[in-house]
């Protein structure tokens, strides 16, 4: 990981951390679908690429003008560069679902991909990027489900993280709770400057349409959604593997 602009939070990776980058997203995909599976033989899990460009009504306002790269306005829409991939991978969500290909939950769609942020200025090793990489799950299922899926998703996810970055990982509530979450924890690695944070592990309400089943009586029955979502910073798992690597 090389700093090269004058600029802190912009970085250049090198051959051999985007051949590792590379390895972690498929191993995790492994791992996270195994686990979905394991749990419920029923999930779909598919994988999308979304735009980095993103309508600014699709953001949530949670991300201020302070948070956010603005692009330009093009006719009514304000493009961003997004924050985060979530907005765009419930849009595709909802295309499935809503679509004549008889789609169905557990649906889990996830991505792998740049998102932006107007971060604080600080050194590299914070990994305070403003240009970064997310692996982002994100799990729905319905809300009348039996299985906790978010409180048993939490080993799996430390365990994999462990694995791959060689450093102690912990489960730790997260210092934020989003206003779209019931309930955040982070995975954290102890890379002995301090105790990063990696992964946030949620379970969201915020998934914008219903379930809907048709009932024996020719009605429709609508069920809340709830969304595991399980969203990770490879560029920090790499760093912490570099870190381990060098010792």
């Given at each position: 990981?090389?700093?090269?602009?004058?600029?802190?939070?912009l970085?250049?990776?090198?051959?051999?951390?985007?051949?590792?980058?590379?390895?972690?997203?498929?191993?995790?995909?492994?791992?996270?679908?195994?686990?979905?599976?394991?749990?419920?033989?029923?999930?779909?899990?598919?994988?999308?690429?979304?735009?980095?460009?993103?309508?600014?009504?699709?953001?949530?306002?949670?991300?201020?003008?302070?948070?956010?790269?603005?692009?330009e306005?093009?006719?009514?829409?304000?493009?961003?560069?997004?924050?985060e991939?979530?907005?765009?991978?419930?849009?595709y969500?909802?295309?499935?679902?809503?679509?004549?290909?008889?789609?169905?939950?557990?649906?889990c769609?996830?991505?792998?991909?740049?998102?932006?942020?107007?971060?604080?200025?600080q050194?590299?090793?914070?990994?305070?990027?403003?240009?970064?990489?997310?692996m982002?799950?994100?799990?729905?299922?319905t809300?009348?489900?039996?299985?906790?899926?978010?409180?048993?998703?939490?080993?799996?996810?430390?365990?994999?993280?462990?694995?791959?970055?060689?450093?102690?990982?912990?489960?730790?509530?997260?210092?934020?709770?989003?206003?779209?979450?019931?309930?955040?924890?982070?995975?954290?690695?102890?890379?002995?400057?301090k105790?990063?944070?990696?992964?946030?592990?949620?379970?969201?309400?915020?998934?914008?349409?219903?379930?809907?089943?048709?009932?024996?009586?020719?009605?429709?029955?609508?069920?809340?959604?709830?969304?595991?979502?399980?969203?990770?910073?490879?560029?920090?798992?790499?760093?912490?593997?570099?870190?381990?690597?060098?010792r």
């Open positions: 990981m090389l700093s090269l602009y004058q600029s802190n939070g970085v250049h990776w090198t051959d051999r951390e985007i051949r590792l980058r590379d390895m972690m997203a498929a191993h995790f995909a492994a791992e996270v679908s195994a686990f979905l599976t394991t749990a419920n033989p029923a999930w779909d899990i598919r994988r999308v690429e979304a735009p980095q460009l993103t309508p600014r009504e699709l953001v949530s306002e949670a991300y201020g003008p302070e948070d956010i790269f603005f692009i306005r093009l006719g009514d829409a304000q493009l961003v560069l997004r924050p991939t979530t907005p765009s991978t419930y849009a969500m909802q295309h499935l679902l809503n679509s004549h290909a008889k789609v169905r939950m557990p649906l769609v996830w991505q792998s991909g740049k998102s932006f942020r107007r971060e604080q200025d050194v590299s090793k914070h990994m305070r990027l403003k240009e970064f990489w997310q982002e799950f994100q799990c729905a299922y809300a009348d489900t039996a299985n906790d899926y978010h409180a048993a998703s939490l080993e799996p996810v430390r365990a994999m993280i462990e694995a791959m970055v060689r450093l102690p990982t912990r489960i730790v509530p997260s210092d934020r709770l989003p206003a779209y979450s019931q309930v955040t924890m982070d995975v954290e690695v102890d890379n002995g400057d105790w990063m944070e990696v992964c946030s592990i949620s379970r969201r309400t915020d998934f914008p349409q219903v379930a809907r089943f048709p009932t024996k009586g020719g009605e429709v029955r609508e069920v809340a959604v709830l969304v595991l979502e399980i969203a990770i910073g490879l560029d920090r798992c790499v760093y912490n593997w570099s870190v381990a690597d060098a």
